[in-house]
T-cell receptor, first 114, second 118 residues
């Protein structure tokens, strides 16, 4: 089973709202990722968690706050977003934290910021 | 510099035609991995294949085949007898070993949008 689940599928929020995106995997993977994807563009890496510790933050604004409560769960907390943050947010996981493992992606959350 | 180049932005073919999607990469690593993902309109990135730099054998999986040539730094993907369900954006990606132990990072190409016309 190579399933990564994400909730919600769609999210509409105002610029003053606080919301969270959730990602879950039960494959025993120890690396988890958040990506942002704008239309007609490739995914852009935002954060990497390795063994529940944040290992990479690709200069993401502080209005995005990741959290990894345990090895199966990854959250992305959103606060005071801008309309330009509207995008598809993808979660992924890989087995190990070595540089070569396959990343398996979830279906994504389509976020619209009004 | 772009590490993965997918020069074909959009391709349209008629159903049952064969189509090849090009991928050219750039790396100084001797050990690296190449991937292809499919992204249908629903949004999920679906893993298709992973190939390491030491394995240049071509691979076939049903109607899909991949041609890896280190001499030209290319990893092309061919769909034989295309079907409407193959319509999607296809991404080629490179993973290097330089960033080990921190969670691998993919360098994605810009993607090729394939439309199969019935």
């Amino acid at each position: 089973d190579t399933e990564v689940t994400q909730t919600p599928k769609h999210l509409v929020m105002g610029m003053t709202n606080k919301k969270s995106l959730k990602c879950e995997q039960h494959m025993g993977h120890r690396a988890m990722y958040w990506y942002k994807q704008k239309a007609k563009k490739p995914p852009e890496l935002m954060f990497v968690y390795s063994y529940e510790k944040l290992s990479i933050n690709e200069s993401v604004p502080s209005r995005f706050s990741p959290e990894c409560p345990n090895s199966s769960l990854l959250n992305l907390h959103l606060h005071a977003l801008q309309p330009e943050d509207s995008a598809l947010y993808l979660c992924a996981s890989s087995l190990r934290t070595s540089g070569t493992d396959t990343q398996y992606f979830g279906p994504g959350t389509r976020l619209t910021v009004l | 510099a772009q590490k993965v180049t997918q020069a074909q932005t959009e391709i349209s073919v008629v159903e049952k035609e064969d189509v090849t999607l090009d991928c050219v990469y750039e790396t100084r690593d001797t050990t690296y991995y190449l991937f292809w993902y499919k992204q249908p309109p629903s949004g999920e990135l679906v893993f298709l294949i992973r190939r390491n730099s030491f394995d240049e054998q071509n691979e076939i999986s049903g109607r899909y085949s991949w041609n890896f040539q280190k001499s030209t730094s290319s990893f092309n993907f061919t769909i034989t007898a295309s079907q409407v369900v193959d319509s999607a954006v296809y991404f080629c990606a490179l993973s290097e070993t330089l960033r080990s132990n921190t969670g691998n990072q993919f360098y994605f190409g810009t993607g090729t949008s394939l439309t199969v016309i019935p």
